[in-house]
Structures are given as structure tokens and as C-alpha cells.
């Protein structure tokens, strides 16, 4: 499996400003997916980031609210734009991984997640 | 579209109890069908992939099934550290993406 890792773990950050997250493959990768985590509720794609191409948004999820880099097949980062409380979630980065039936990747895995608090 | 629901929402078994949750799906053809474990605080943990109806698989005291319709996970006299909240996700076959349920939040008291 891969092993991910996601920086930082956790912020507090001020209403208005911004943050980026880093999330960290120790393999290289094709596709790289970013999830918010609402507080108390399942998993939701934000969006899927290819290296060498623009990231496609889900609904609701647009580019100058949510900037996404993916720089090389190893590396991607997700930037949470002028936030407010209601962007307070945890923010989770996922790689496609395995070669299963068909050759059809076995699954995805996740980082540890970036726990954000806007106050 | 597709859904994923996910019942109960919450389980309280006792250590020894077996029991099993469900996670029915509508999907416009099914790619698989994922089983994570979330631990508080923690990214969701891989368990178990499924292709298609009949497929069955087994990790410890955990087994998950598929139908057409639905997947159900078996847990046999589960323990206390089997307490995390259950996700289960479908995959189709005409996208990347993951639709995951709301989870099955289990405590397992001893």
C-alpha cells in the first residue's frame, strides 16, 4: 500500500485568510483525490488532481475557493481561500493504488488528514 | 445518481456479540465497493474491496458480502479495539470517483 502523509495535521486559522495543505506520496502516483470531512459527517470529493493537468472540481467545489497544485507524481497541495467557520473540517488527500480485477486499481488510500478549525 | 446509505448509524454491541452492517447502494454500474475503518481523529483505513454480487472477503473477525443491491459487513465476536465508525464507498465504472455512506459508528463494550 502507499504511504501518505499530510502537513499540518491540524491549524486554527482567522477568518479571511488562507491555507495550504501538503499531501505527500512515497510512491509515484497517477491520480491524487482531495475529501473535506464536515464535522460529524462522511466524505466528500472536493477534487481529482492529475500531474500535468488541470484538477476537475466536483459540484459545489470551485478552483478560486479551492487551488489545487500537482506539481509531480508524488507530491500535490490543496489551498482553503479567504475561509470562514464554515470551511472548519478535516481535509483529506487520497492516492488510487493496486492493480486488482481487471486492472482496475484495488482501491484508494488515505492520508491522515488536516484537521483545520476557522475561527 | 449515485447513493450510498449505510444503517445503522450507530451499534453498540458487547464484546462477543457478532452482528453486521449494511450499505446499500444504487450505481450506474458498479466498478467495486469499499469498506474503510475510521479511527477519531485519523484518516479511513482500507479493509476490503468487492467487484461483484457474490464476491466475499475476510480479515479477522470481519467478513463483507456483496449482492446487487447491497453489501453487509459480518463482524464475529468483535472486541473492544473494533470500535471505530465503518465507511463503506462504491466506485463506477464510468468515473474515478468515490461516493462514500455516512458511516456505521460502532462501540464495542467489554
Known amino acids: 500500500s502507499a504511504v501518505i502523509s499530510q502537513k499540518p495535521s491540524r491549524d486554527i486559522c482567522q477568518r479571511g485568510t488562507s491555507l495550504t495543505i501538503q499531501c505527500q506520496v512515497d510512491s509515484q502516483v497517477t491520480m491524487m483525490f482531495w475529501y473535506r470531512q464536515q464535522p460529524g459527517q462522511s466524505l466528500t470529493l472536493i477534487a481529482t488532481a492529475n500531474q500535468g493537468s488541470e484538477a476537475t472540481y466536483e459540484s459545489g467545489f470551485v478552483i478560486d475557493k479551492f487551488p489545487i497544485s500537482r506539481p509531480n507524481l508524488t507530491f500535490s497541495t490543496l489551498t482553503v481561500s479567504n475561509m470562514s467557520p464554515e470551511d472548519s473540517s478535516i481535509y483529506l488527500c487520497?492516492?488510487?493504488w493496486g492493480q486488482g480485477v481487471l486492472g482496475i486499481s484495488d482501491t484508494q488510500y488515505f492520508g491522515p488528514g488536516t484537521r483545520l478549525t476557522v475561527l | 445518481e449515485d447513493q450510498v446509505t449505510q444503517s445503522p448509524e450507530a451499534l453498540r454491541l458487547q464484546e462477543g456479540e457478532s452482528s453486521s452492517l449494511n450499505c446499500s447502494y444504487t450505481?450506474?454500474?458498479?466498478?467495486?465497493l469499499f469498506w474503510y475503518r475510521q479511527d477519531p481523529g485519523k484518516g479511513p483505513e482500507f479493509l476490503f474491496t468487492l467487484y461483484s454480487a457474490g464476491e466475499e472477503k475476510e480479515k479477522e473477525r470481519l467478513k463483507a458480502t456483496l449482492t446487487k443491491k447491497e453489501s453487509f459487513l459480518h463482524i464475529t465476536a468483535p472486541k473492544p479495539e473494533d470500535s471505530a465508525t465503518y465507511l463503506c464507498a462504491v466506485q463506477a465504472d464510468n468515473n474515478n470517483d468515490m461516493r462514500f455512506g455516512a458511516g456505521t459508528r460502532l462501540t464495542v463494550k467489554p
Open positions: 487520497s492516492v488510487e
Open positions: 450505481v450506474s454500474g458498479l466498478r467495486g
